[in-house]
């Protein structure tokens, strides 16, 4: 038993239309990337729902990963990378990004991004993050590094001339048949909003090129370190096109989001993992150490490792605590306050003083290494489509995401396509009809909090094959209230999508029988050799999610 989801989502009827050479769905820094690299010889309009502030690069604190220290290499950031990918890397891609991250964050710094100095003042300090084996982590404001490549993108494509769509909700592509006979995007249908997200007009953009850069869906969850625009519109969007998702399974918990309470739901603060890197050690409420003796690594482990190790220690109830551990960084002192200024304001909010107390912590929903089928270029399957950032599953990251190679990845990624549109675009192609038919519908918004509830219930750090039943069956029941007469707002549209992301997301958990990277099963605990390989999810021709590529062995 699968939900059924629209493919396409209802909206009143087109009333203008608007052509560019590019369209990007997304303003974070894959997105603008892109849009900047391919300004200054096309034509480009950026579609974002909310501002072109909001979206997920503005919250990263981390950094970017790139080797700068003469002692590091290159093959040291591929080997690092590939083992925290947990053998589903694609290793071309990797060393690609790899050798373009230094140039990366050369470019942001020539654009203007202020990094944090080093000590002896020849180029940015350097730090480490789990799974590293070198310092070769770029921060900015400490543990605001985020906000300031998106500022810094923020600026240059204003100061470029591309042209910005606000409150803007990409709904579905516009497609055309090419030369060779095959289905081409050749726009996209979009709903203008009012700032309450109620639905003002219906819109299309035609374009060349679309690049879809709306980031990932961490917002399926109840329990998130994301921000609450990440309701995995673009890669819903894909789908309803009858594009393909790769690797939806595996969705990377960050092991240390500021825990605030056993109710606390939406967007939740994030304790870096520079705070481990800077010697921050987990400890259960007993005040036994957490990683010791459960990788050489200890508390620098790779990311699925110490989320799994908390959850396991969570459920032993250590001092009759099962819902967060403590993170120990009162070694710093006074000098937390100032490596990580919103840090410590995320705690003293809620009465802690990182300096002297230990921080509580649990895993939340972060980072997804799943997404759209792309390579590093941009390209999807389908000609005309692009996809760039965390909504791309480029092979990069594998069954687990290593620290700090998202912004990186998204700035050399969408730098590539923006680059390659800016010589030539796809061919021009007629867009096909626009009218949206009987099968369209929403979902209540409403039905969301029971969506994300159902997720972060079944479909967390541990996965158990009766809580993904449990989880299918009641995302199931309530995709029955899926209804073309639902009315059109922005938070119908986000609900919709959530519930498709979240059915694919549960059919690959389920398909998947072992644990690797950031899937964890209870059933299968090991990786197992005839799952190296990839699982790829589609609707199908009703809005099912139809799950492709599982070994005949398994």
């Given amino acids: 038993m699968t939900a059924v989801v629209p493919l396409q989502l209802a909206a009143p009827a087109v009333t203008w239309q608007r052509d560019v050479d590019v369209v990007v769905l997304g303003s974070g820094a894959a997105g603008l990337a892109a849009a900047i690299a391919v300004r200054p010889v096309r034509s480009v309009l950026i ?37 925290a990918g947990a053998g589903l890397c694609d290793e071309r891609a990797v060393r690609q990004l790899v050798a373009e991250a230094p140039k990366a964050i050369r470019y942001l710094m020539r654009l203007g991004a202020a990094f944090d100095p080093g000590h002896d003042g020849d ?25 300031e490549v998106q500022r810094t993108l923020d600026q240059s494509a204003i100061s470029t001339g591309v042209d910005v769509l606000d409150h803007a909700f990409a709904l579905d592509l516009v497609m055309g048949t090419n030369s060779l006979g095959r289905p081409q995007a050749a726009g996209v249908r979009i709903a203008i909003t009012d700032e309450t997200g ?54 990377q918990f960050h092991p240390t989001v500021l825990w605030v309470g056993a109710d606390a739901t939406g967007q939740q603060a994030l304790i870096s993992e520079a705070v481990r890197g800077e010697g921050a050690k987990l400890y259960d409420a007993a005040g036994e150490r957490v990683m010791v ?92 489509l692009y996809a760039v950032g965390e909504v791309a599953c480029t092979g990069v990251h594998g069954a687990n995401r290593l620290a700090s190679n998202s912004l990186t990845e998204g700035v050399v ?21 626009i009218d949206v038919d009987g099968a369209a519908g929403l979902l209540p918004a409403e039905m969301r909090t029971g969506v994300r509830s159902t997720m972060s219930r079944h479909v967390g750090v541990m996965r158990r094959p009766e809580g993904l039943a449990a989880a299918a069956e009641a995302l199931e029941e309530l995709a029955g209230s899926i209804s073309p007469d639902v009315a059109p ?3 119908a549209y986000e609900a919709t999508n959530l519930i498709t992301i979240g059915s694919a997301v549960i059919e690959a958990a389920r398909s998947r029988t072992e644990s690797r990277g950031c899937h964890r099963r209870s059933d299968y605990t090991e990786p197992r050799p005839v799952w190296v390989t990839h699982l790829t999810v589609r609707l199908d021709g009703t809005g099912e999610a139809l799950v492709l590529g599982r070994p005949d062995e398994a």
């Fill in 47 to 83: 579609v974002t729902k909310d501002t072109l502030d909001a979206g997920s690069t503005a919250w990263a604190q981390g950094g970017l990963a790139g080797v700068l220290d003469p002692t590091d290499s290159l093959e040291n950031h591929v080997h690092d990378t590939l083992e």
């Fill in 123 to 147: 180029g940015p300090a350097l730090t480490m993050e789990g799974g590293h084996s070198h310092r070769r982590i770029v921060h900015a404001g400490g543990d605001q590094s985020g906000a």
């Fill in 198 to 251: 109620a639905v003002q007009s219906v819109g299309v953009v035609t374009a060349r090129a679309v690049i879809i850069a709306t980031g990932g869906y961490g917002q399926i969850f109840a329990s998130t370190s994301n921000p609450p625009a990440v309701t995995g519109d673009g890669l819903a969007l894909a789908l309803r096109a009858g594009l393909p998702a790769r690797d939806v399974e595996f969705v």
């Fill in 413 to 433: 990624a969408g730098t590539r396509v923006g680059r390659d549109l800016a010589w030539e675009l796809p061919e021009l192609v007629e867009p096909a009809g």
């Fill in 293 to 384: 003796g459960v990788h050489p690594l200890e508390d620098l482990a790779p990311r699925d490792v110490v989320a799994s190790a908390i959850s396991d220690r969570m459920a032993a109830r250590a001092a009759g605590v099962d819902d967060h551990v403590y993170l120990d960084a009162t070694h710093m002192g006074t000098r937390f306050y100032e490596r990580f200024p919103s840090i410590t304001a995320s705690c003293k909010a809620i009465g802690i003083d990182p300096a002297v107390d230990r921080i509580p912590v649990a895993p939340a929903a972060h980072y997804v290494c799943g997404g759209l089928r792309a390579d590093l270029d941009g390209r999807t399957e389908m000609a005309g």
């Fill in 489 to 491: 707002h922005r938070r």
